[in-house]
């Protein structure tokens, strides 16, 4: 029996197929493709009919690529990207920049330069539309990597970088201070991250910097090796404070935040101890050339690098 010939492949289909392959779900790979999931049943038994090869096998969690899927997964792929690459090629024909850029936000707006960034974009490339998707630093990176974001605001540690396959730039380097309820200061003053890991903490999700953070001085293989006495898991920055001003334990807290905290309510600071972070922004290095992509990098380098000239001037 001669193998099939394939004359026509819908692009459509090879997404479906590497969705499913990815998420080893069709209705999650449904709603990846914002597609029904009869749809995209129906695109995988069009292409295993196409193809004559059984692709994928059920399995109590899913779907699994069988060995004849597995080999044609990465050639999909590359079919993908070299439609990509096509219409990126027939985008950078026309001088006017236009689709939608997907952000991903952290922190307060002040803090990132949101506002400076975005008027920036709007008035360099005005037929861009943005998205904005406020989450916490892991988070965001998560959705850059799984493609629901193009670009992000991130959090990481001076001396643990992204990963290769992101294109990262350093925007600023503070510091995040451990702040304590008022009266506290016989507890943290002159204390050291193993005399405070004693002291009831706020803990946050893993996906947060704070988290990341918090595994540099506690717990296995740590500053400390010891894990902290925590009480209570936060996920929003107001409510961390809150929950400090109301004497509930410590936590990280920027250092401008916490200077303006002891000042105004008497909180603590914990004089010997602080942790340096990196404010940055990044996307996927492999989608870096694409036009709106560049265009948001070139807003942000005007933002920022006249903010950085601002400062060496005052």
């Known amino acids: 029996m001669n193998p099939p010939t394939l004359t026509h492949v819908d692009p459509q289909t090879l997404r479906a197929f590497a969705a499913v392959a990815r998420e080893g779900n069709v209705s ?14 129906l695109q995988l038994k069009a292409l295993s009919e196409a193809t004559g090869l059984q692709l994928f096998t059920r399995t109590p969690q899913g779907m699994a690529l069988t060995h004849d899927g ?12 070299a439609l990509a690459d096509f219409g990126q090629a027939a985008a950078g024909l ?17 803090f990132t330069r949101l506002g400076a ?15 904005l998707r406020q989450g916490m630093s892991g988070d965001v990176l998560a959705q850059i990597d799984r493609g629901d974001l193009d670009v992000g605001f991130f959090l990481n540690l001076p001396d643990d970088p992204a990963g290769a396959a992101y294109q990262l730039r350093a925007l600023t ?9 008022a009266g506290w200061g016989p507890q ?25 953070l918090q595994r540099r001085v506690f717990g296995p293989g740590s500053l400390t090796g010891v ?12 409510s961390m404070l809150d929950l400090v001003k109301s004497g509930v334990g410590l936590s990280l807290v920027r250092d401008s935040i916490a200077m303006r905290e002891a000042q105004a309510r008497g909180l603590v600071i914990a004089d010997q101890v602080q942790l340096a972070c990196d404010l940055s922004f990044v996307c996927l290095a492999a989608r870096s050339g694409e036009p ?16 950085l000239r601002g400062r060496a001037a005052t």
């Not at 999650?28 to 049943?41: D, I, T």
């Not at 597995?70 to 990207?81: E, G, R, S, W």
């Not at 380097?173 to 309820?181: D, E, H, N």
């Not at 005007?302 to 903010?307: F, N």
Request: glycine letters at 4%.
């Open 28 to 41: 999650r790979a449904a709603q990846r493709l914002h597609l029904s999931q009869p749809a995209v049943s």
């Open 70 to 81: 597995a080999a044609l997964l990465p050639l999909a792929d590359k079919a993908l990207a």
């Open 94 to 110: 026309h001088n006017t920049v236009r689709g939608t850029l997907r952000i991903g936000t952290i922190l307060d707006p002040e």
């Open 117 to 131: 960034f975005l008027k920036q974009l709007v008035e360099s490339s005005p037929q861009v539309g943005t998205e």
């Open 173 to 181: 380097r503070f510091t995040y201070r451990v702040l304590a309820p």
């Open 188 to 212: 943290v003053i002159g204390k050291d991250w193993k005399a405070l890991a004693a002291l009831p903490w706020l803990a946050t999700p893993p996906a947060s910097a704070h988290h990341r």
């Open 227 to 238: 894990e902290p006495h925590r009480v209570a898991l936060v996920d929003q920055e107001a």
């Open 292 to 307: 709106v992509i560049e265009a948001a990098w070139a807003a942000l380098d005007a933002v920022w690098d006249q903010g």
